[in-house]
Structure formats: structure tokens, C-alpha cells
């Protein structure tokens, strides 16, 4: 399958990047090609620790065209965090990869494929007054996980209201825990009954329904 290809850039020595090598092939003109759209960008979750960046990009091929393929390592040990970032050459090619490879099942592992949030998104904050009614409580996060990851895992099993991992006030650094609200129960019960227990970047997620705040008496 032809491939096309981007402008090579740097990337960090921890995060290793595949840029699909049909440049040489091909010629000069393919450095011009139009950079995909973001929508093309889909995140891949619960990734084997053992799959690189060029075995995703090989795997995602039978999708279309691979522009970028990215495994997410850890800065500190240089072992991969479980998921990585995959940009297609075109949105249909994106829905094609998703639709192809979510819940895929790799050396015993069922990949999560979605689109990647994008930068600067944010979900909107529901009505207060049911705010809290289909809240899910998720603990052992890994510390580096954020909202769009919360976003990202939850939106499979249902509409995402509002996610968020709750941060330290004074060290600005994750507390562990965040809360998820889901567009109804039936979407709730859904995500925590596929969820708990699963692994994120090798930690088993707790998922539960989320306690209701207690009234203040003052």
C-alpha cells in the first residue's frame, strides 16, 4: 500500500515516533504533500508493552495510509505506557482504523481505538442539577493520565458528559483519583461494568458509581 508522507520532525527521545519512509521512494514532491486533518488523529489504548511504533504502523496500514505512528514510552524507565497515537491521511481512513481495530484483539489484548482528543478540547460541564446523577468514581489512575484520557476511555461504552482527575492544589500534581459523568445510567452501568479492573499504563483501574456529596450544614 502506498504510503505518504510528512515533514519529518523532531520528536522526543521518549517518545518515538514512526513517520511512514515512502519519501525516498517516491521523491522530492511527497515532502509537499498536505498535512492530515486533526480529525485524523486516533488514540490506541491497552497496547501491548512489547508493540513499537513501526509494528502500529504496520498493523494500522490495512487501514489506508499511515502519516504518523506514535508508542507513548515513559521518560523515566524507556518502557511503553500501554497506548499510542496513530494519524491517518484522511478522516475516512480514521473511521475505517477505528472501525477495524477497536477491540482487536493483539497477543491476548483487546485494543482501544477511538478518536483522539483534540488540543484545547474541553467537554462542556453539565446542568448542575444533574450533575452528579450518573457519576462514576475512578481510582488508581496513573499519574500522568488526564481528562481526555478519561474522555477517551469512557466515551466507548457510552456519551461523556464531563471528565476530570482531580489535582493537588498545592503541588499541582494528581491525586490518583478522578470522577467521570455519563449521559445516563444505562451509559454509567456500561462503563463500570467494563471498565473496572482494567488496566491503564499497567494499573487496574477501580471503577465504581461515585458517592454523593454530603449537604453542608453551614
Known amino acids: 500500500m502506498a504510503t505518504s508522507a510528512m515533514t519529518l520532525a523532531m520528536a522526543a527521545a521518549t517518545d518515538a515516533s514512526l513517520f511512514h519512509p515512502a519519501v525516498a521512494a517516491s521523491g522530492g514532491d511527497a515532502g509537499y504533500a498536505a498535512e ?20 502500529l504502523a504496520q498493523l494500522f496500514d490495512q487501514a489506508g495510509v499511515v502519516e504518523v505512528a506514535e508508542v507513548i514510552y515513559n521518560r523515566e524507565s524507556g518502557q511503553s505506557r500501554g497506548f499510542g497515537f496513530v494519524t491517518m491521511s484522511t478522516i475516512e481512513e480514521a473511521d475505517k482504523a477505528i472501525e477495524t481495530f477497536n477491540r482487536y484483539d493483539i497477543s491476548g489484548r483487546l485494543l482501544n481505538v477511538n478518536r483522539a482528543a483534540q488540543r484545547g478540547s474541553r467537554v462542556e460541564r453539565p446542568p448542575r442539577q444533574f450533575a452528579s446523577s450518573f457519576r462514576a468514581y475512578v481510582g488508581n489512575l496513573p499519574w ?12 466507548e461504552h457510552g456519551e461523556v458528559v464531563n471528565a476530570t ?3 493537588d492544589r498545592e503541588t499541582g500534581r494528581s491525586r490518583g483519583f478522578g470522577f467521570v459523568t ?3 445510567k444505562e451509559d454509567l452501568d456500561s462503563a463500570i461494568s467494563a471498565l473496572d479492573g482494567q488496566e ?6 477501580r471503577v465504581n458509581v461515585a458517592a454523593e456529596r454530603p449537604q453542608r450544614g453551614f
Not at 492530515?36 to 509494528?55: C, H, I, M, Q
Not at 491503564?200 to 483501574?205: E, I, K, N, S, T
Open 144 to 155: 500522568q493520565a488526564e481528562d481526555s484520557r478519561l474522555v477517551q476511555l469512557f466515551s
Open 200 to 205: 491503564m499504563d499497567g494499573r487496574p483501574l
Open 36 to 55: 492530515p486533518p486533526e480529525e485524523a488523529k486516533v488514540y490506541v489504548g491497552n497496547l501491548p508493552y512489547d508493540v513499537d511504533s513501526e509494528r
Open 182 to 184: 455519563m449521559a445516563s
Open 165 to 167: 482527575v482531580v489535582y
